[in-house]
């Protein structure tokens, strides 16, 4: 079967450090986004890990190890606008591009 | 500018009428894609197209139809629609070079079926 596990809900403090987590179980594997989405609003793309091993990107990095099934978001100096939605994705491989998003973690940043 | 456009933004319709949902891109990308968000199930792709004529099943296919007749264009067609397609569809294209799977999104189609 295929599944993606992220937390449902995280809160933070505003300049504090948060880290969402995504598992995933997947019939194949090329690959795994990372999309920020706002309220009401379309995705927008953070990062694509294919290689093990963790990608930084101003603010935010995500780290992947295909291994163990697992991903990360990290964000730094977080600010009151992250607050969203993060949804992990995973393209399928094994069917053209099939990709398959998790249920999202809904961050709340609180001053 | 780059974008992904879709029409209508909103949409309320009754059941086992016949509608269109068109999604035009301006970046020449090859993949494009239909998704569906629902509360608590997050974005569930629907059909995808990796280029013009070549299109396949996403997880939820069933009750859609969609076209790839050129490449700037996927319309998703629901034949007869049914209220559990009541929901927030999403249009996404991207580059299918190893180089930039970034996926860029259209600003949605609230559908409301009764």
């Known amino acids: 079967g295929q599944n993606i596990d992220q937390p449902t809900e995280m809160t933070a403090t505003e300049g504090a450090i948060v880290q969402i987590n995504c598992t995933y179980q997947?019939?194949?594997?090329?690959?795994l986004f990372w999309y920020q989405q706002h309220a009401g609003e379309a995705p927008t793309f953070l990062s694509y890990n294919v290689l093990d091993g963790l990608e930084e990107k101003g603010r935010f990095s995500s780290f992947l190890s295909r291994s163990k099934g697992y991903s990360y978001l990290l964000l730094k100096e977080l600010q009151m606008k992250d607050s969203a939605s993060y949804l992990c994705?995973?393209?399928?491989?094994?069917?053209?591009?099939?990709?398959?998003f998790g249920p999202g973690t809904s961050l709340s940043v609180i001053p | 500018e780059a974008q992904v456009t879709q029409n209508p933004r909103y949409l309320i319709t009754v059941t086992g009428k016949k509608l269109t949902v068109t999604c035009s891109q301006n970046?020449?990308?090859?993949?494009m894609s239909w998704y569906r968000q629902d509360p608590g199930l997050g974005l569930r792709q629907i059909y995808y197209?990796?280029?013009?004529?070549?299109?396949d099943k996403g997880d939820v296919p069933e009750g859609y139809k969609v076209s790839r007749k050129e490449k700037r264009n996927f319309p998703l067609i629901l034949e007869s629609p049914s209220p559990n397609q009541t929901s927030l569809y999403f249009c996404?294209?991207?580059?299918?070079?190893?180089?930039?799977?970034?996926?860029?999104f259209g600003p949605g189609t609230r559908l409301t079926v009764t």
């Open positions: 997947t019939s194949g594997f090329n690959g």
């Open positions: 996404a294209s991207s580059l299918s070079d190893s180089s930039s799977y970034e996926q860029y």
């Open positions: 970046m020449n990308h090859e993949y």
């Open positions: 197209s990796m280029n013009v004529e070549v299109t």
């Open positions: 994705a995973v393209r399928d491989g094994t069917s053209y591009d099939k990709v398959i």
